[in-house]
């Protein structure tokens, strides 16, 4: 894996909120291709250090480079990078006021200048590739949650992301929808595209992960291969939280 | 005591000329009140600075005094700061717009700030330039949900134009008056004007009842 293009890099990153410290000198890279899970108790800073990835914070200390580029960058090449990263949050954050097909392609249109029939195409191509392709006519309020998480993930391939981010993609779903959100999330990984996820489901981290990152009180603690992750413990508090969570 | 509508027959152009003034305060008050709540309420978004302590003292201000005395004051005060009379009419609107500007201003503000922060996330995670967000994302559904506060609000002033016949605007209740000290039908007058008002407002209300009913039943699905 090292041999191959850094797609993102964080070196020494510190964020602080006031006096408290979210993210405590976190080094880390993902490597093209690569699926990287990040797990931790609440509040260790998981979502943070996903949440600078993509410059919806800044950063109090060190660098961060995506795609090559020096975060945050410019308002324009912030810009850019945000159309090279894809993202998706717990909360699916669907446009309520849009069909399915308005918050595809108002992206790709707006941004990357694509005309309407070849964004409408992409969509609809985008929305069979996540299982959904009979739904682009409705709203969001009109499909279930897992619907509505894959419409997400769906709008942020439109923009044909180089990586993505994933927030506890499937934390606010009922549990009989976590598995259609997974295997869309699995067909990703093995289509090769480099995935930084956030998530509970150890299973899956387990299953589709190259590397696991063990975060707690802002500090990345652990960073192993699956196999090794979970079956020769190099952290007292990683094994508290196994014992936890397994 | 008869209701006469013969007297109404007879002179209800009087009425309806008064209408017109009515509409066209509340017309000129929102255009100019409306252009005035977007510059105020950009303002209080800012969250700091002068321009954010500005409109924020010039929204309480005009959103804390009566209507009257603001009318009042309007009228009588500043050709005492300036020198110069406006007319009665010219008064009242300026009056009413600035009764407008602050709570518009406020309503606008509401609207905006319940946007969903995490629609904010996600379009900016999309690489979707600003002016975009606000225009796609930002405003088509903050201008729903405060169509239901926003319409709310003309009923008030449309009321508050009737407050305009006390400095001698030759609005609906003006006329009305008029034409009951010469024709001492008061009571029918005043009947007509309340009917009149109705007619302009209970449609309002009943699309204020409506769309807060939508939107409800939008949050609930
Ligand atoms: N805007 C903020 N202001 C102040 N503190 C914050 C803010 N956002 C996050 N924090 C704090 O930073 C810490 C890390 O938060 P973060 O959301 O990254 O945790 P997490 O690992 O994603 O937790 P969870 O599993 O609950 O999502 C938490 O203690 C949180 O309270
Ligand atoms: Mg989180």
């Known amino acids: 894996m090292t041999d191959k293009e850094v797609v993102i890099d964080c070196r020494n990153v510190v964020k ?3 006096s408290f410290t979210a993210l405590n000198d976190v080094s880390t890279s993902i490597h093209r291709g690569e699926v990287v899970c990040v797990v931790g108790p609440s509040g260790s800073g998981k979502s943070t ?3 600078t990835c993509n410059g919806l914070e800044t950063i109090q200390g060190g660098t961060i480079e995506v795609l090559g580029q020096h975060m945050p960058g410019t308002r324009k090449e912030l810009e850019t990078i945000r159309r090279r990263a894809g993202m ?3 909360s699916f954050n669907l446009f309520d006021h849009m069909s399915i097909r308005e918050n595809l392609v108002l992206a790709p249109i707006t941004t990357l200048g694509l005309d309407r029939s070849t964004a409408d195409q992409r969509a609809q191509d985008s929305l069979d590739r996540v299982g959904i392709g009979n739904q682009i006519d409705k709203y969001p309020n009109q499909l279930s949650g897992g619907q509505q998480q894959r419409v997400a993930i769906a709008r942020a391939l439109m923009m044909q992301p180089e990586v993505m981010l994933f927030d506890e993609p499937t934390s606010a779903l009922d549990p009989e929808m976590v598995g259609e959100v997974l295997d869309v999330m699995r067909d990703l990984a093995a289509q090769g595209m480099t995935m930084a996820v956030v998530t509970h489901e150890m299973g899956f981290a387990r299953e589709v ?5 063990f975060m707690a009180d802002g500090q990345i603690l652990v960073d192993q291969p699956p196999d090794t992750f979970f079956t020769i413990p190099t952290d007292e508090r990683l094994t508290t939280f196994l014992s936890k969570v397994l | 005591m008869n209701f006469d509508f013969n007297v109404l027959t007879i002179h209800y152009p009087a009425v309806l000329d008064g209408l017109l003034v009515t509409l066209r305060i509340c017309l000129f008050s929102l255009l100019f009140g409306v252009i005035d709540a977007v510059f105020l309420c950009l303002g209080k978004l800012s969250g700091r600075g002068a321009g954010y302590r500005v409109s924020v003292f010039v ?3 005009f ?3 009566p209507e009257v005395v603001l009318i009042f004051w309007i009228y009588s005060c500043l050709p005492l700061l300036f020198g110069a009379r406006l007319s009665a009419e010219i008064s009242g609107i300026l009056a009413l717009s600035l009764l407008v500007a602050a709570n518009v201003a406020e309503i606008m503000r509401a609207g ?9 996330e996600a379009a900016m995670s999309l690489g979707i330039p600003a002016h975009t967000i606000w225009l796609r994302i930002v405003i088509p559904p903050a201008l729903q949900r405060m169509s239901p506060a926003f319409v709310n609000f003309l009923t008030e002033l449309i009321k508050a134009t009737s407050l305009l ?3 001698g605007v030759a609005e609906m209740v003006y006329q009305a008056n008029v034409l009951g000290n010469r024709t001492f039908a008061y009571v029918e007058f005043l009947t007509l004007v309340a009917a009149i008002y109705f007619a302009l407002i209970f449609p309002l209300s009943l699309f204020v009842r409506r769309a807060e009913a939508r939107l409800v039943a939008q949050k609930c699905r």
Do not use: A, E, H, K
């Open chain 1, 16 to 18: 602080t909120y006031g």
């Open chain 1, 49 to 51: 250090l996903l949440r």
């Open chain 1, 88 to 90: 998706v949050f717990q």
């Open chain 1, 209 to 213: 992960g190259d590397r696991i990152l």
């Open chain 2, 59 to 61: 929204v309480d201000f």
């Open chain 2, 63 to 65: 959103r804390t005094i």
């Open chain 2, 112 to 120: 905006v700030q319940s946007t969903n922060p995490g629609q904010l």
């Open chain 2, 165 to 167: 016949s006390t400095i």
